[in-house]
C-alpha cells in the first residue's frame, strides 16, 4: 500500500492477556519503529528494527514487551500479560535509510489497546 | 541528553488569525528538529523539518517556522489558521540513541483550536 498500515486499529483484552499488534511498512523501507503515545508520557519510543535486526531496544518498558520484524517487512509487537497501565496507541513508522536522523518517518495511524 | 518542551498545551485561535505553536529544545550537539501533526485518529504527519542551511522552513498547508540557535527553539507558524488546523502538533528533535541510531524525542504537544 501507499502508506504504513497496523492492525487491529482496536483492541480491548482483559488485565493479563497477551496481544499482538503488527505493523505493514511502506514497501522499501528499510527502517521501523515503534512508539506508545499514552496520556501521561505522551510520544515514547520503543524499538528501532534496521532490515530485521533490532539495534536499539532501549525504549521497551519491560520484559513483557517483545517484536520481531520478518522478511525486512512486517512487525509483530507482542505484549505478555497485559497490565493496565500497557493502554495506550501503538504506533508504528518506517524510513526508508534507517539510523539517519535526517530520514523522515512516516507514521501508521496507530493500534488503540485498552486493558481491563 | 535531548529534550523538547512545548509550553502550551493548548491554543485557542479564531480563523484567520495567526499562530504560533513554541518549541524549546536541549541539546549539546547539533540536532535535527521536525513537526508534526496528528489529526484525530489518524497518525503522525511530517509538517516540515530543519536539517540545516536556512533557518526558516516552510512546510505543508502554509506552515513555517524558524530554527533559532541562540535561543534554542523551533517555533512554528502560520498566517491565517482554517477549521481545518485543529489538530495536536508535536515538535521532536532527533537525538542520538544506542548503537549510533537516532531517534526521535517528542514535545508533549500542543493542542491547536480553531474555531469560527
Known amino acids: 500500500g501507499a502508506g504504513v498500515s497496523q492492525s487491529p486499529s482496536n483492541k480491548v483484552t482483559e488485565k493479563g492477556k497477551d496481544v499482538e499488534l503488527r505493523c505493514d511498512p511502506i514497501?522499501?523501507?528499510?527502517?521501523l519503529y515503534w512508539y506508545r503515545q499514552s496520556l501521561g508520557q505522551g510520544l515514547e519510543f520503543l524499538i528501532y528494527?534496521?532490515?530485521?535486526?533490532?539495534?536499539?531496544k532501549s525504549g521497551l518498558p519491560s520484559d513483557r514487551f517483545s517484536a520481531e520484524r520478518t522478511g525486512g517487512s512486517v512487525s509483530t509487537l507482542t505484549i505478555q500479560r497485559t497490565q493496565q497501565e500497557d493502554s495506550a496507541v501503538y504506533l508504528c513508522a518506517s524510513s526508508s535509510r534507517g539510523g539517519v536522523g535526517a530520514d523522515t518517518q512516516y507514521f501508521g495511524p496507530g493500534t488503540r489497546l485498552t486493558v481491563l | 541528553a535531548q529534550s523538547v518542551t512545548q509550553l502550551d498545551s493548548q491554543v485557542p485561535v479564531f480563523e484567520e488569525a495567526p499562530v504560533e505553536l513554541r518549541c524549546n529544545y536541549s541539546s549539546s550537539v547539533s540536532v535535527y528538529l521536525f513537526w508534526y501533526v496528528q489529526y484525530p485518529n489518524q497518525g503522525l504527519q511530517l509538517l516540515l523539518k530543519?536539517?540545516?542551511?536556512?533557518?526558516l522552513v516552510k512546510g505543508i498547508n502554509g506552515f513555517e517556522a524558524e530554527f533559532n540557535k541562540s535561543q534554542t527553539s523551533f517555533h512554528l507558524r502560520k498566517p491565517s489558521v482554517h477549521i481545518s488546523d485543529t489538530a495536536e502538533y508535536f515538535c521532536?528533535?532527533?537525538?542520538?540513541?544506542?548503537?549510533?541510531?537516532?531517534?526521535?524525542?517528542f514535545g508533549t504537544g500542543t493542542r491547536l483550536l480553531v474555531s469560527p
Open positions: 514497501s522499501g523501507h528499510t527502517a
Open positions: 528494527f534496521q532490515g530485521n535486526s533490532a539495534p536499539d
Open positions: 521532536a528533535v532527533s537525538a542520538p540513541g544506542n548503537t549510533g541510531f537516532q531517534k526521535l524525542v
Open positions: 530543519y536539517l540545516s542551511g536556512s533557518t
